[in-house]
Structures are given as structure tokens and as C-alpha cells.
């Protein structure tokens, strides 16, 4: 599978962007997927997750209120809708999707549970 991460760019605190995450060579139907973000000199991240069925969500405290994670099925893409943003959220944010499907319904919030990774949308937040 191939994940197409898109919609970073620059905009002034307080400003909303969103990321868009398309899926090729497999389906998103089934599979759990999630957003990280990762600055220079710090790991990877946990942003946001979303369970396989689309019914359950989980966020990073410092995104909660603010980041919406959403999944549509027919475009097979997976979204991050970012709002009131923050200097502090300027990082490269990456979306994965585990490498097996279905399981346990619930948001994978460690790197370790994904196995396919897009290749980074990067986020600049002014102040």
C-alpha cells in the first residue's frame, strides 16, 4: 500500500489547515489509521488515531479540542482537520496504517502498531 499525505503548509497561528491522506494499491476499509508528527531533533509523535470502524478516535492531549481525525471510505482517505493552530504544531506530519486488518476496534497510539507510513506533509505554524 502506498499513503499519499497532502495539505501541509504555512499558515499563521491560530489559522486551520487539513491533511488529507489517500490510500493506493489497498483499500483503507478495514484498517485502523492514525497521524504523527515529528520535529527536527525530537521522535515521532502520536497526533491522532482512528479505529478500523471509523466509531472510535483518540488524540495527543496538547491536540484535543483542537484536531479532528476522520476517515471517508469512499474517497479512501483518511483526514486531519487542524484548527486554532500553534507554533508549537510546526512539525513533518506523517499518517500510517497498520499492516494487518481488522482486529481489535480501537486507535493504535504507538509507531510500533503501524506499518505503513506516508511520506510526510510538512506544517509551519507562525507566530
Known amino acids: 500500500v502506498q499513503l499519499q499525505a497532502s495539505g501541509g503548509g504555512l499558515v499563521q497561528a491560530g489559522g486551520s489547515l487539513r491533511l488529507s491522506c489517500a490510500a493506493s494499491?489497498?483499500?483503507?476499509?478495514?484498517?485502523?489509521a492514525g497521524w504523527f508528527r515529528q520535529s527536527p531533533g525530537k521522535p515521532r509523535e502520536f497526533v491522532a488515531a482512528?479505529?478500523?470502524?471509523?466509531?472510535?478516535?483518540d488524540y495527543a492531549d496538547f491536540v484535543k479540542d483542537r484536531f479532528t481525525i476522520s476517515r471517508d471510505s469512499v474517497k479512501n482517505t483518511v483526514y486531519l482537520q487542524m484548527n486554532t493552530l500553534k507554533p508549537g504544531d510546526t512539525a513533518v506530519y506523517y499518517c500510517a496504517t497498520p499492516g494487518a486488518a481488522f482486529g481489535t476496534d480501537r486507535p493504535r497510539i504507538y509507531v510500533s502498531e503501524y506499518e505503513h507510513w506516508g511520506q510526510g506533509t510538512l506544517v509551519t505554524v507562525s507566530s
Open positions: 494499491g489497498r483499500t483503507f476499509s478495514g484498517y485502523a
Open positions: 482512528i479505529s478500523w470502524s471509523g466509531g472510535t478516535t
